[in-house]
């Protein structure tokens, strides 16, 4: 007598206010995660371990790279979190930030002050007690100098904002070399140097694209008050800056062939794009143009950094 198999289909009903408190829950979470603004932790983070590398001459423990990239992602997300409560005045303004989770509503002001304190805290305890003191206080010293130096003094009143302001953004290299070294050497210094002077040209690039959002809230960044060929010029000159102290960590941190060809080759894409942006007149092209330069110098230091750690994982001299 031949089986019969009967499938039994069953029905699980799920309260739908369950179903929307998830969602909620959830774009709750992501509008938090996005005070952090991940995009620009993640680039900060690019030089973090190669400089680590450097500083071990080798790979460092697993674990201390591990510590090292979690306090100043907290670190980082506190941060921008603060600049995004002090700036949500002018966020509501600009085309590019009104999607921002303050001026939405889906985060009050209250809730991002809290959320910045806390995990600027939590980083401060967690590479104290995980990796060593000194990066804690340089990682909490970058938030205070970008927070109150940059975003309640500088960006509103100088032109020469993202250029001082830089010095927050290059401080991770600080940090990666001092959880090795426990100090920070001759080398660190140059790549703060390298990231330090790359931020304005990586910037003002971004800033000629939207020249009107920042006059539109009297924001004196570079192309607002000085132009777009005065902000070219600007940009070639850094990026010259930026190639010569690139080329610089090669005696002062004993760089082998791979790091040599690439600062080289680099370099000179770097500086060609803003030839380029020199040499355009029309405003249209010029904005295409610099948002190109904005994207590839995120590939230049990208592929910088990772040039340093392959150089010193592979061990061949010049």
């Not at 949500?88 to 009050?108: F, H, N, Q, W, Y």
């Given at each position: ?167 927050a953004g290059a401080a991770p290299v600080l940090i990666g070399w001092s959880a090795v070294t426990n100090e920070v050497g001759w080398a660190a210094i140059v790549l703060f140097g390298v990231v330090f002077f790359w931020t304005p ?50 005696p002062v941190a004993g760089m082998g062939w791979i790091y040599t060809v690439a600062a080289m080759v680099l370099g000179i894409f770097f500086t060609g794009g803003a030839v ?43």
């Open positions: 007598m031949p089986l019969i198999a009967f499938e039994e289909t069953v029905e699980v009903w799920v309260p739908s206010a369950l179903v929307l408190t998830t969602i909620e829950t959830r774009s709750r979470a992501m509008a938090f995660v996005a005070l952090t603004k991940p995009r620009i932790i993640e680039l900060l983070l690019v030089s973090t371990v190669p400089t680590m590398v450097l500083a071990q001459r080798g790979l460092p423990s697993v674990w201390l790279m591990i510590a090292t990239v979690i306090g100043g992602t907290l670190s980082a997300g506190g941060a921008n979190a603060f600049n995004m409560y002090v700036d949500r005045d002018i966020d509501a303004i600009m085309e590019r930030t009104k999607s921002r989770p303050l001026v939405t509503g889906e985060v009050t002001p209250t809730e991002a002050l809290v959320f910045a304190t806390a995990i600027e805290t939590v980083s401060f305890i967690w590479l104290w007690q995980f990796v060593n003191l000194l990066s804690a206080v340089l990682a909490v010293a970058a938030c205070l100098f970008y927070v109150f130096i940059y975003t309640l003094w500088l960006k509103r009143t100088s032109t020469q904002n993202i250029v001082i302001g830089g010095a040209p990586h910037f003002w690039a971004l800033a000629i694209r939207y020249e009107e959002d920042y006059a539109s809230v009297d924001v004196p960044m570079m192309p607002v008050v000085a132009g777009h060929q005065s902000t070219a010029r600007q940009i070639f000159v850094y990026s010259v800056v930026v190639w010569g102290v690139t080329l610089a960590l090669i380029q942006l020199l040499r355009e007149r029309e405003p249209k092209a010029l904005e295409k143009k610099a948002i190109r330069y904005f994207a590839f110098s995120i590939t230049h230091l990208t592929l910088l950094f990772a040039a340093i750690a392959v150089d010193q994982l592979v061990g061949w001299g010049v």
